[in-house]
């Protein structure tokens, strides 16, 4: 069984510019959630993908985006990278959408704006 | 709005004891909690998950409690052990979305 990978590990941008993040599920999961965790916080739900829509969002504004693929993996892009949004960006994956199921965590992305 | 809160001061205990972490939740009701181990730089780890109709659930040396009428949470690590250092997240379902606290970090002393 295949774990949640995310890439890349590390990324260092400069404000204004755009990023994409991306996530590989865990094998049979075909629920992804996306998190930004500020260092000494806990995870903040972005939003969650269900079979390639969109199911749930959090307080997060519209440049935060992202996508689904038929094979349940995942990317986050932001727009017009702030400095506020240096963070440590986590996906999970989980069996199904009703946000009862426990999530399983990839290893993160840092970004680092500048 | 919706929200849960841990007690963000630092826990330190001696190894052996058994180690209270506290979660509470606001302005609403979730259907289910989740606790999560996270170790710095990496990922939360799924460790239990309660429904709000189970009083009490427990694995191995883990024991988590769901009390609707104080609205309250409790996790328990019984015999705990230096490599139980580490933070500790309670989630919950919220509307269309999940829910964490700020995590509560717990050092084991030998």
């Known amino acids: 069984e295949t774990g949640v990978t995310q890439s890349p590990t590390h990324l260092i941008k400069t404000r204004g510019q755009q990023v994409t993040l991306r996530c590989s599920s865990q094998?049979?999961?075909?629920?992804v959630s996306w998190y930004q965790q500020a260092l000494g916080q806990g995870p903040q739900f972005i939003f969650q993908?269900?079979?390639?829509?969109?199911?749930g969002r959090g307080n997060f504004p519209p440049r935060f985006s992202g996508l689904q693929f038929p094979n349940y993996s995942s990317e986050l892009n932001v727009n017009a990278l702030e400095l506020d949004d240096s963070a440590l960006y986590l996906c999970a994956s989980s069996l199904e959408d009703s946000f009862s199921y426990e999530q399983y965590f990839g290893p993160g992305t840092r970004l680092t704006v500048t | 709005s919706q929200k849960i809160e841990q007690n963000s001061e630092a826990l330190n205990i001696q190894e052996g004891k058994t180690a209270t972490l506290t979660c509470n939740y606001t302005n609403y009701s979730p259907a289910y909690l989740q606790w999560y181990r996270q170790d710095p730089g990496r990922g939360p780890v799924f460790l239990l998950l309660?429904?709000?109709?189970?009083k009490e659930k427990r694995k191995e040396r883990l024991k988590v409690t769901f009390d609707t009428t104080l609205k309250q949470s409790l996790f328990h690590i019984t015999a705990s052990q230096p490599a139980d250092s580490a933070t500790y997240l309670c989630g919950g379902s919220g509307t269309y979305k999940y829910i964490f606290g700020t995590g509560t970090r717990l050092k084991v002393l030998a």
């Open positions: 309660i429904r709000e109709n189970e």
């Open positions: 094998s049979g999961h075909n629920t």
């Open positions: 993908y269900y079979r390639e829509e969109e199911n």
